[in-house]
């Protein structure tokens, strides 16, 4: 389409003074738009296509509050990363252990696998070389996995890179690329990232599990033991609903009759795929609760309430 053309702009106005959605296409197709009902004038705006990559050359023609979204995408992420880079290079208070009768560990440092991790907080402490924080190990495969999840691409090359920031928004950028060349085209290793992802579940699983262990008074329960139950739900949800997971189950099948086992795979996938959005913010939160939890008792700030059998 050339930059130049020029199309015509169609506002319908109708009786009660609410505005109507904006009607674009050729000035010679104007009068098919008085077909409208309730309109009671049309007028028509010029446009002149020259924008980023031909669109109309003022950033955007919507009048809703499009940017909600995007901000709060950048708030997010924003506070997430503040927090969880100072929770990983802080390298203290992340276990609870026999001393206060819980077995408690903050799932940004699980599994810890440095020597230096406190005594008790995980029994495969064996990497003596790792001399800094040993959450920085760990954080790779989390920090990968939301990193190239699809939903989360889209929400932060919407939020801070404005490529586009809605639907019907300008990009911010003159030239589109994709995902083909360096560096996007690494996001390609999602899928593998949701292996490793999946490794992590079950252990920070086994880790809810094991806190149910008291040492010294027996089994029990306590809010700790909540916060990490419900943090390894959230990461399951969110690792089960992933589009890479549902097409492991469900793609490439020709006929899902001949592979009833994934069919039913991908129909009990499916539901939770829709839901992948609110799943990653819902995990993503809560993660950084389980931590600030785990930390706010192992630094004796709160008590972890509880009782045991
Ligand atoms: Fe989001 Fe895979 S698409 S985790």
Redesign the pocket.
């Known amino acids: 389409m050339s930059s130049t053309s020029e199309i015509g702009l169609a506002t319908l106005a109708p009786a009660n003074g609410r505005a109507l959605p904006t009607v674009q296409g050729p000035a010679t197709r104007r009068n098919a738009l008085t077909a409208v009902d309730d309109a009671t004038t049309v007028t028509v705006t010029p446009v002149v296509l020259g924008g980023a990559r031909g669109g109309p050359s003022i950033p955007t023609l919507r009048r809703d509050r499009w940017w909600i979204p995007p901000v709060v995408t950048v708030t997010v992420l924003t506070a997430f990363v503040a927090y969880s880079t100072w929770a990983a290079f802080v390298n203290k208070d992340y276990y609870v252990g026999a001393a206060a009768h819980r077995n408690l560990i903050s799932p940004f440092y699980s599994p810890c696998v440095a020597a230096s991790c406190v005594p008790g907080s995980h029994p495969w402490a064996a990497l003596s070389w790792w001399k800094i924080s040993p959450a920085l190990l760990i954080l790779i495969v989390p920090l990968g996995?939301?990193l190239?999840?699809?939903?989360?691409r889209k929400a932060y090359y919407r939020g801070f890179w404005l490529a586009p920031a809605a639907c019907g928004v300008a990009d911010a950028h003159g030239a589109y690329t994709g995902e083909t060349r360096l560096p996007l085209v690494l996001q390609n290793v999602?899928r593998y990232f949701?292996y490793l992802?999946l490794c992590l579940n079950v252990i920070l699983t086994i880790d809810a599990v094991m806190s149910f262990d008291q040492p010294g008074v027996g089994i029990g329960i306590s809010v700790g033991t909540v916060v990490l139950c419900v943090n390894a739900a959230f990461l399951w949800l969110?690792?089960l609903?992933?589009?890479?997971?549902r097409h492991l189950c469900g793609g490439g099948v020709r006929q899902f009759s001949s592979s009833p086992v994934r069919h039913r795979l991908w129909k009990a996938l499916t539901p939770l795929n829709a839901r992948?959005m609110l799943f990653?913010w819902m995990s993503l939160c809560f993660v950084a609760a389980a931590d600030l939890y785990v930390r706010l008792v192992a630094s004796g700030t709160i008590h972890d309430y509880g009782f045991h059998f």
């Open positions: 996995f939301r190239t999840c699809y939903y989360y999602h949701f992802g969110y690792s609903s992933c589009h890479a997971c992948h990653a």
